[in-house]
């Protein structure tokens, strides 16, 4: 890897976390001695990346360094030569994300951003694009690291390094931090007097947490967590999960500490319940968080400002990017740092095959992420995360394919949402209603749109006529 | 093993397909030099047993053989010495079964009663049963071969083999006979000349088919069973499974051919939509076999009847009998005949457990089930067969311990069951229900009837206090 | 598969085994149609495989049957739309076994055809030449199947396999036959009685054996077969493998029953004490066997010979042919007949990748070889046969890339070869001895000439200038 | 884990190592709160551990530390109430050692202390004392850690984890410690500035290296050190082992680098030339260290002495005691040091099983160590790590049940004894010569005695009738 005078791009980079991203680069000034970042977006984000490359180069200038900070809608201009690529871009911005959760549950179906339905939108929306990224870095800037965390970030990260070819990926996610941090509030432990190790895959890990005596005190988080009369809410919860009761049986079972999303496993009738309320009420968190970044654009926008302002800590996704600028961190430094990411398999997880992404703990080193060997899992949490990896196989399969079969079958697949007449329906509709960023399922739209004018008009009726 | 004067025990031996079972027995009088046939029921089902047992004798005397056989409660007479033992009781009866099936449903879920809440709760019912039996066999019969036909057969299988040590029990089945049936009618080709190839768990089972040119036919199949526009109803579909249509591009994407009861997978909205119609229109399948059986029992009172009525084919369950007769003659003669059974898994499916039951295709020699080795399967057929193997798992250590924290946590791996407060009510009535039936969950239930008055009070509401 | 009028072509037609195989198809004339043989041969077997052809079509003729039979130096005139292709070509005929032999032997090595250096170098010589015949079928004859006999077996069917990537290869040996014979003989039961299950690899597998009682032989037999004082001689030993007495003791302890070639492995010393007495006396069983060759086609020549001369039996692999004929027909007819074959492991030996070939037995059906689930090996056996199956797999990638460290890192895994020195100058004088046949290794075998005038004059020597 | 005032028992005080370890306790004297160590030997050794625990409590003396020294022969006194136990001891002592070199060279075969014939019979002397170790560590202290350097460590560590069952178990030894020191000398990088991974088994691993840039140097590595005509010796080679050259292509085809004692297997012919040049010139290496070790006792009896001489780093074996009390220090101090470590599998190498034990890179933390996942090995390094481990596990089973065939199927399967007659002949002289200290094997001892006459004379004309 090139040393010095780094160059940084970051693809989605008018996303609304990008300033918690400078802000990760500034605090670590003396790790990396970094040249330019290149915040690249495409042309309906034009206006966003623009406030925010502005904003952006205020808080570099006002930490006193002399980074150069570009805005671009040329990928390539941004890739080439680049010693790290960071990628956490939303293709078809929160409208698209508005369909994923509306749809489903207009059926009484979770949309469920990253596994439900709306997670499998987002893969099919997503993977093409990080494979056109990989092929381009292959071409520009051979050398690099690609550090993803555009959700569903497992699926994405299996298909740069297995589809895409590039082991140069690490995926990235806040989730497990929040755990972390969450073990550390309710031990009333610091964080580094914790061993906290996770299997599983992304938004789909369990871990289990030991203290500096060798004692392991995962079942003693069970109860502080998820008694009946004993626990109190996980402040560290992410935002787009709501707080229902997690069954306490189930967990003491399962052996190991489940993460928030296991909510839609472990309580999947009461998270739809609660869904179902919220849509009827009128409220989707997609709608929700499309408020919120508006009004973080208007701050934005404040020639004056040139910090991280406070409320995008409200946002939810704290700590993704500062995350992201540590893990860059410890490759270019070899820092070993412990961190939890999604890389290939490779026999950590002896329960999946050994060419899948799994998301486990391991040392950050410059040649790439050292996991930690897992071994065998507990049954209960064996069979699920086998079944989710199949699921996700065959999801990344239709994405890159925009094969309507494995798209129904891996709906069918997916818990979340029922097999059978019910699962086609929402398909159906939500393939029309995403047909202009799904070219590779063009075929498929076609047919529906010919033979089943009821879905058109259902997802017009639904969606206000903007399919 | 002993040859000739062989000595048959069968527990349960009142069933209503007893008759099946020695009508198969009198085909094979040549290939089995039989001496003596048990029937052994418990106190409930004394009546039962003793008009079975008097109609088996006068098919027997019909036949012209001079088999004694004998009726008994006492389980323990039947087992001494006996060469082959077969299994199809069903703990509780059918009233069970009615249990089974009216708790779930009128929860809106699928009580089905092999991978269902039904089948759960059959588990519960049965494993502890079976593991008796073994114990006694051990010192009864210690060279005899256990032949199971009671469901869950997978579950109670592996029970025997792995938890009660008795290497020498195979798990049997009607349903992959039915499918090859079928394959042979829509490709209009003899049995014999097809090449049937089966991998999954008991009810839960894939397969591919070959014919003599060494062609593979299962694409064909697939369409001529399932394709919209051109299939017609498979007459050898089960009764208690309803005709819902297979969604097409799944079963072609998956790359097998499924058997009945994917149907609650791959179509599970339309599966419970139809169960909840026919609940509200008063029909759940349990109390419609209860009528057939009452039918049943009403003829094989006749002192004229020395034959197999016609009427039992058509109760459903047709062949499994016979299939156990051939079982045992190609294990007393090393026929070598090929059949589906459930057994040790050791490597014959290389993506699950070793020391698991699998369902596969194997033939039947003097020292056990030779298994065909499957080799890897189809992403979706592993990811759904891992995970209900792991369920599986945890419903049988359940059924051991009576720990109702595992059997919370096999609720919520099922697929057919939503996890959460509405699969925890399910579970909570059905221990009440089944109280009587399930020892092993003695402080589960008294903690329930304590606790949850409500609980007991839905379950007398619905059962009409008969719980 | 196309049906009737079968073309079938023979690599290595003039071998003296041809006979036999003829025999065995005008045996099979009911059962496979044949409408054509082809025997092939290259320019150094022209008069063999002329006066071999001769010899068959009098053998055809005087069974009354209309086959052709046709001779050809043009390998792809035989290809051209054949049904089954057969090998038993040897690369550089017998003289270069006499040199796979000697060398290794003048330095007190095993030279050992088959898993020895000889072995080796046959795979280096065959290899190359298979993966050209698997070549020109997927152009001439893309649905015919390759059945496989040129040593070593393994090696060169995994090649076809999984570096030519045909499927459709069998690879046969008649060392199990004469296992099982063996088995039949001392305990006096016919071979239809008795089940033999084998695992392992081609030249190194182990098996077990059954009654039709179920009782496993196994232990009994290995008693008849080993122990000192009990056992005497078994005559289906193959001629080329010295009766050197198996040690008892670790036979009874590996839990199954070795083959021949095992003395190599389990009584080492003993087997090269043999080996270098004799060679030391002049005799290797190279020379031995060209003397055999010479007096069979002095008998071939003959135009009264008109059916395989009693002579044949006695030259080792019998039985080699009629089984190639019986898999053939096998396939053609789906018998779906027991052999022990060389396929894809495919799962069927756990402790072995998915990815290889193994030995192990199988039904044979129309659309290839079903394995039987061997499951998991006893542990010395295990160790083994994964040792055995890297050096093989190291060995087929030196045979196909001509790298110079592979051969010798194979060499060095080999445990009948002195890894070091002693190894480095065997493997070094047997590339030159062998120069001709070895054009992938062309550079090695330059720089070896120019660096190590030493090694030329040894081989001149030991082989009077013949190199 | 109790926290302060630590009580550490060593067994096989007597060692003249001990200093070392005294000197790396007094090192860590800040991390390590100790109150008592005791130093056990057994009877023959009573002279030894009076000596160096005399020495010891000088040397801590001189530190100004108030520990308490204690020498015992009573093992259980020791390990009452004890938090960490270490295991150096040497069953039979050096004159052992002497004859596990000498009767295997008497026949030309290598001895060869921890993977020859004189390994496996240290094995055979070791695991029934290790076990008994174990048995009163779960009476006297049940929570204390077990770090065990008595060789051959790898299977000494495997039966104390799954033969003992105490998985508190960590098996540790120096060579990977001379390796690290040996790639940073030879990169000129300091040690703390490469990443190098190890797998494999004790004295029979692997390693890659990577820098603080991300470059693997493994290739650079093997040119530095092996390339002829490059390399130079490498200082940090155990004295034990001799100065052969590494075959160069091996090894760059192994893609690893190999350990020292790889030589056994990679320049077996060599090695073997060697050690008999030695044997006839009448110098085992047992022999060399005994006069070392009479030299060190000397110095160690002068009250004068209390510091560890310099004589003792010369001794071999070097950095051993400092990395026993570093591994201490880390479990004590959950401190995460990267050490190379014998522990359970469990999937860390998912070549071989997961409850075997395996010597790899981890992290040793306050709950043990944490694996790196190595993942599948290279196919040579694959297959020679299997066979291996397939060997020790029999050797393990033979160690602890006597059976005399497993025994010999251990030898039969090491590749450094030649299967067969001269094998055997080994075994039977070995255990007559090792008889007082294998109990286990007195049924075969006795057996050999009564049958074989000249099996005892050779033992009593070689080693002087002291058998």
Known sequence: MARGALKIAVIGGGSSYTPELIEGYIKRRD?????????????????????????AARMVRAAGLDWKVSTTLNRREALAGADFVSTQFRVGLLDARIKDERIPLSHGVLGQETKGAGGLFKAFRTIPVILDIVKDMKELCPDAWLVNFTNPAGMVTEAAIFHGGWRRTIGLCNVPLGLIKTASDKLNTPVDALTVRFAGLNHFNWHRVWDTTGNERTAELIDLLYKP??????????????????PYEIVRDSGMLPCYYHRYYYAESDMLDDAIKKFEGGKTRAEEVKRTEERLFALYKDPALDHKPEELSQRGGAYYSDAACELIASIYNDKKTEMVVSVANNGAMPDLPPNCVVEVSARITAHGADCYAVGALPTGVRGMVQHMKAMEQIIIDAAITGDYDKALHGFALNTLI????????????????????????KDAVERIEREQPDTVAYVEGLLGGKG
């Open 229 to 246: 009369g004993v626990a109190v809410d996980d402040e560290n919860r992410p935002k787009n999960i709501a707080n229902i009761e997690f």
């Open 31 to 55: 790790a990396l001695p970094i040249k330019e970042i290149w915040l690249v977006d495409v042309e309906e984000g034009r206006e966003k990346v623009e406030i925010v490359g502005a904003m």
């Open 418 to 441: 029922p097999a059978g007449s019910k699962g086609k329906k929402i398909l159906d509709q939500m393939l029309v209603a995403h047909k202009d960023y799904l070219p590779q399922f």
